[in-house]
């Protein structure tokens, strides 16, 4: 029985040594691991090249009336949606922005039905090879520009008139250009030497010669100059502004006849979620005719403006 018992302490004896050995092992290593200065892996400092992100709006006003004595429509409801997706690449000398922007609206009332308040689709991609001096880039610039959705004016005491459909306008603009863009928010780019197409797609317009091209025919082509300037910036922490210019001058007929593009857009964020937001969109081609008040008695070429405030939900979202 002693022996037992004395081989049990033995045994025991033997495994406490080696279990404090193993300890002290451990907290040496532990030790010697604190010591050490800890290394990045490369892949982690490789700085971004691709940004990418965009906005969701929807905006949604509703109203009705019910013997009212000031009048107005027994009804009304008004929806607009925005879309803005934008994709930007920068690598050594190499930039390539891309962006998207898609608007649709709609108004309908008791007396004048369902219109639409806005129509577009606009996809803008640019590419510039840096040069000497810094900001400084060579490139080129394509543009398309259309909507979703029949357009129609509605003369008076007359059935509305159909003008526009998808793919009656659409333009097409090819440009190698110079840009100066000394930040992502900020640029200005110029070509002296710029094609553009006009496409009018739909039957009915393009035969009685819609938005400049030749009677019968779907496509007019025209070479000149182009500007594009583009601009954003974060006005506070809520409020942030975005705007664009393009400038085309036709060297084949009328060049000081410039066609106008400007699109802008106020967003100030109430809440996460909630946002106020005011557009103004002014154009001017010199190849679009209007019409007088009747619909049927031809104008010149006038400025066409299109305002739009509204307050709904946004959804911003980023890489």
């Known amino acids: 029985m002693k022996k037992t018992l004395w081989s049990v302490f033995l045994c025991s004896a033997v495994l406490v040594s080696?279990?404090?050995?193993?300890?002290?092992?451990?907290v040496k290593e532990m030790k010697d691991a604190s010591g050490k200065t800890i290394t990045k892996d490369p892949n982690d400092t490789i700085p971004q090249v691709w940004k990418k992100g965009g906005l969701i709006s929807v905006n949604i006003n509703q109203?009705?009336?019910?013997?009212?004595?000031?009048?107005?429509?027994?009804?009304?409801?008004s929806i607009a949606s925005l879309i803005n997706l934008y994709a930007f690449y920068k690598k050594d000398k190499h930039i390539w922005d891309n962006t998207l922007d898609l608007a649709y609206g709609l108004v309908n009332t008791t007396s004048l039905g369902t219109r639409?308040?806005?129509?577009?689709?606009?996809?803008?991609?640019?590419?510039?090879?840096?040069?000497?001096p810094k900001n400084w880039y060579v490139g080129a610039l394509f543009n398309f520009r259309t909507q979703f959705?029949?357009?129609?004016?509605y003369p008076e005491d007359k059935a509305k008139v159909q003008t526009s459909n998808f793919l009656a306008p659409a333009y097409i603009l090819l440009s190698p250009n110079i840009t100066y863009q000394p930040s992502d928010n900020f640029s200005v780019s110029l070509s002296p030497v710029t094609a553009r197409w006009t496409i009018v797609a739909d039957d009915s317009l393009s035969s009685v010669g819609a938005f400049g091209v030749d009677p019968g025919k779907k496509i007019k082509?025209?070479?000149?100059?182009?500007?594009?300037?583009?601009?954003?910036?974060?006005?506070?922490?809520?409020?942030?502004?975005?705007?664009?210019?393009d400038l085309f001058s036709n060297y084949l007929q009328k060049p000081q006849n410039i066609d106008l593009y400007l699109t802008n857009i106020l967003l100030v964020k109430v809440?996460?979620?909630?946002?106020?937001?005011?557009?103004?969109?002014?154009?001017y081609d010199d190849d679009v005719k209007t019409v007088d008040k009747d619909g049927v008695t031809p104008r010149g070429p006038k400025p066409q403006l299109k305002e739009m405030m509204g307050i709904g939900l946004a959804y911003r979202f980023k890489n």
């Open 18 to 26: 080696v279990n404090l050995n193993a300890q002290d092992a451990t």
């Open 63 to 77: 109203g009705a009336l019910s013997n009212w004595a000031a009048g107005g429509d027994k009804s009304s409801l």
């Open 116 to 132: 639409k308040s806005d129509d577009r689709i606009d996809f803008l991609s640019k590419y510039g090879y840096q040069i000497s």
């Open 149 to 153: 959705s029949e357009g129609y004016t």
């Open 221 to 245: 082509t025209e070479f000149g100059a182009f500007a594009s300037v583009g601009y954003k910036t974060k006005l506070s922490e809520t409020a942030s502004y975005q705007g664009r210019l």
């Open 271 to 283: 809440t996460k979620l909630i946002t106020v937001s005011l557009s103004l969109d002014i154009i």
